[in-house]
Nanobody
Framework: VQLQASGGGLVQPGGSLRLSCAAS????????MAWYRQAPGKQRELVAAITSGATTNYVESVKGRFTISRDNAKNTVYLQMNSLKPEDTAVYYC???????????????WGQGTQVTVSS
């Protein structure tokens, strides 16, 4: 099982980006999918999460600007980021709790990280 993240880049303040993260491999089911971020010199923080039942939660600083969604048929989670601010600059990581087909265990997986830079 692996998670492949994409969609990061350089954007001006006020701009938008859409991150994607696709899970592949021996997957039986996926529970939660989430995005974390880590800025230089700071701890990794949870940005947004979505359960298999589509319940979402967001860190306070992104509420109203970011939207997390998932396509269960594609085992993919998205993060639509609007009204981006310089303080959103970070490496963004996707995370997912996946039940593997091979041994039926729930395992926590991480993607490789994608850089988001908000700067003029």
């Amino acid at each position: 099982v692996q998670l492949q993240a994409s969609g990061g880049g350089l954007v001006q303040p006020g701009g938008s980006l859409r991150l994607s993260c696709a899970a592949s491999g021996s997957i039986l089911s996926i529970y939660s999918m989430a995005w974390y971020r880590q800025a230089p010199g700071k701890q990794r923080e949870l940005v947004a999460a979505i359960t298999s039942g589509a319940t979402t939660n967001y860190v306070e600083s992104v509420k109203g600007r970011f939207t997390i969604s998932r396509d269960n048929a594609k085992n993919t989670v998205y993060l639509q980021m609007n009204s981006l601010k310089p303080e959103d600059t970070a490496v963004y990581y996707c995370n997912s709790q996946i039940r593997r087909r091979t041994d039926y265990r729930f395992v926590d997986y991480w993607g490789q990280g994608t850089q988001v830079t908000v700067s003029s």
